[in-house]
């Protein structure tokens, strides 16, 4: 797997947008992709996870606002983040799974990005 460079990070008001992407300098096909996040004081979680066969999975806290996509030909991860809430504010990161498997071992075991922040005023 290669380098990951976040994009896309700013600040808003909530009830705002922002998309963020993530380039990779080259990924497998089948490989699992997500973005995570960190806010101060609090452990990474993770935002939302898309496989190669388009299937997606989200955390409860952003279902129906956030949006994961990948286009495997520009080797790029998107999160579209709609209604953002003061909440949302954190470092995201995207990840690449060490292989297909979506679960947080690979993850843990592939690629990260540097991060890009995210912040949300009320």
């Known amino acids: 797997q290669g380098q990951l460079v976040e994009s896309g990070g700013g600040s808003v008001q909530a009830g705002g947008s922002l998309k963020l992407s993530c380039q990779a300098s080259?990924?497998?096909?089948?490989?699992?992709m997500a973005w995570f996040r960190q806010a101060p004081g609090k452990e990474r979680e993770g935002v939302a996870t898309?496989?190669?066969?388009?299937?997606?999975n989200y955390a409860d806290s952003v279902k129906g606002r956030f949006t994961i996509s990948r286009d495997n030909a520009a080797n790029t991860l998107y999160l579209q983040m709609n209604s953002l809430k003061p909440e949302d504010t954190a470092m995201y990161y995207c990840?690449?799974?060490?292989?297909?498997?979506?679960?947080?071992?690979?993850?843990?075991?592939?690629?990260w990005g540097q991060g890009t922040q995210v912040t949300v005023s009320s």
């Open positions: 898309i496989r190669s066969d388009g299937w997606t």
């Open positions: 990840a690449l799974s060490s292989g297909a498997s979506c679960s947080i071992i690979a993850f843990l075991s592939g690629n």
């Open positions: 080259k990924f497998t096909y089948s490989t699992c």
